[in-house]
């Protein structure tokens, strides 16, 4: 049994966050959400640790990148722009590191079965240094209720 794998309840939570976080970069903003927030919220946990029993490992991060995109192949990517720049989004588009800036990891970006229909360039065009910013406790609320 994988305890990251959310329920069904958290796989509908998981696609309201991709659509409310693609509607946000469409307005200009740059939100996303760390790797062990993303997975407390799919299971409605306050901390990773109370989803895991433990805190998050970087050995955890494929295994989440592979639940956000079953997340992404549950209704399609979502296309988001900032200027001239588009790019066919993910929900692990939005699954950056918590630590200022905000990057993406290493394995997201050269994940073995995921090839992404962009390149790291694109993505900071799209989500540019310095604006990248965490999606606030109060929003996730928000989304979880609707």
Known sequence: M???????????RGQRLFRYLAAQTNKGRAAGISYDRFI???HG???YSDVMNRNYAQSDT?????I???ITHSIGRIEVKRGTVSIKSGMD???WQKAHPHDRSKGAWNHPVYPLPY????????FPDGLREMVKDRELEMVAQE
């Open 40 to 42: 407390s919220f799919l």
């Open 93 to 95: 588009t939005f699954i």
């Open 68 to 70: 956000a995109h079953e």
């Open 119 to 126: 390149s790291p360039e694109e993505w900071r065009r799209v």
């Open 2 to 12: 994988d305890d990251l794998r959310p329920d069904l309840q958290g796989c509908a």
């Open 62 to 66: 494929n295994r989440i990148i592979d």
């Open 45 to 47: 946990k306050p901390k």
